[in-house]
């Protein structure tokens, strides 16, 4: 795993639709019905139905997790949710990660993640820290 | 918000028994593809005991301490008004299937901005051993009257 700074090691699109969203209400235990009722989002002011936070921060660090192999190498990941993704009920949501090395040594890389929707950035700050040695 | 909250001591969460088809189902809907979330026989060539939880699957057990934060009756937290507004995960180890979790809530700060209140909690997770495995903090932003 050769990388250096400002090196893009990933980058992958997501279809977010509404099974997405009930199938992570599910897995997750969060069933806030802002996450698939229309007359909810609606009622409380959204725009529409939106994407769990938590769903796209578990997602947007996958590609991280394909670069190096290993989910137990990732040390530390945090993002400020800083923008909704609305999921349509027939289009859903496209989604890209982009993935680039912020910061290297010789025992960690730190990913930065670009996560964009609809043209605009919907996570701040989003960074893993990763272990360039296997943590088992 | 209750700014005596940052001082209180939480009781640890009943024990989270963490299942292997729990960490599968969750790493479908993460959308994870890493053979080592999802075969055992791949976590154990990794050198793990068994398939190995996503990086955000805490927060299944963070949920009942965040919870406990919510629901304390004076805590003037108002669900309807409540907003993620970041959040962070730092590891000393990965979450295996088998690991048996109790989850230790603080609230770390609370910050008015703007009309909204802003509180930080860190929900502390530790085995069956009580070896540390992962911190999960949070803030959630309480939005004000509009």
């Known amino acids: 795993m050769i990388a250096e700074i400002g090196e893009v090691v990933a980058e992958k699109t997501y279809e977010l639709t509404r099974d997405s969203l009930v199938r992570y209400a599910g897995a997750s235990g969060d069933f806030n019905a802002i996450h698939y009722r229309d007359d909810v989002a609606a009622s409380v002011g959204l725009p529409g139905v939106l994407a769990h936070g938590m769903l796209t921060m578990g997602f947007a660090v996958?590609?991280?997790?394909?670069?190096?192999?290993?989910?137990?190498?990732?040390?530390?990941?945090?993002?400020?949710?800083?923008r909704?993704?609305?999921?349509?009920?027939?289009?859903?949501?496209?989604?890209?990660?982009?993935?680039?090395?912020?910061?290297?040594?010789?025992?960690?890389?730190?990913?930065?993640?670009?996560?964009?929707?609809?043209?605009?950035?919907?996570?701040?700050?989003a960074q893993a820290r990763v272990s360039l040695a296997a943590t088992v | 918000m209750n700014p005596d909250l940052t001082e209180r001591a939480f009781a640890p969460t009943a024990p989270y028994l963490v299942g292997r088809e729990k960490i599968r189902e969750f790493a479908r809907a993460v959308f994870a593809t890493s053979p080592i979330n999802h075969d055992p026989e791949a976590a154990i060539a990794a050198g793990y005991s068994d398939i190995v939880a996503p990086p955000t699957f805490a927060v299944v057990v963070q949920e009942a301490t965040l919870q406990q934060l919510l629901s304390a009756p004076d805590a003037g937290i108002d669900f309807t008004r409540v907003v993620h507004g970041d959040q962070r995960f730092t590891y000393t180890r990965p979450i295996v299937a088998g690991d048996e979790l109790t989850a230790t809530?603080?609230?770390?700060?609370?910050?008015?901005?703007?009309?909204?209140?802003?509180?930080?909690?860190?929900?502390?997770?530790?085995?069956?051993?009580?070896?540390?495995?992962?911190?999960?903090?949070?803030?959630?932003?309480?939005?004000?009257?509009?």
Do not use: C
Request: aromatic share 4%; net charge negative; glycine share 10%.
């Open chain 2, 105 to 146: 809530l603080s609230v770390t700060s609370i910050k008015s901005l703007g009309g909204h209140s802003m509180v930080t909690s860190e929900s502390t997770m530790v085995d069956a051993n009580g070896d540390h495995v992962v911190t999960a903090i949070s803030t959630l932003v309480v939005r004000g009257d509009e």
């Open chain 1, 84 to 125: 909704p993704i609305v999921v349509d009920p027939v289009d859903g949501a496209t989604v890209t990660v982009v993935a680039k090395v912020g910061a290297l040594d010789d025992a960690e890389v730190r990913v930065d993640l670009t996560v964009t929707y609809n043209g605009s950035t919907v996570l701040g700050k």
């Open chain 1, 62 to 82: 996958q590609p991280v997790v394909e670069w190096i192999g290993d989910s137990g190498r990732i040390l530390d990941y945090q993002v400020r949710f800083t």
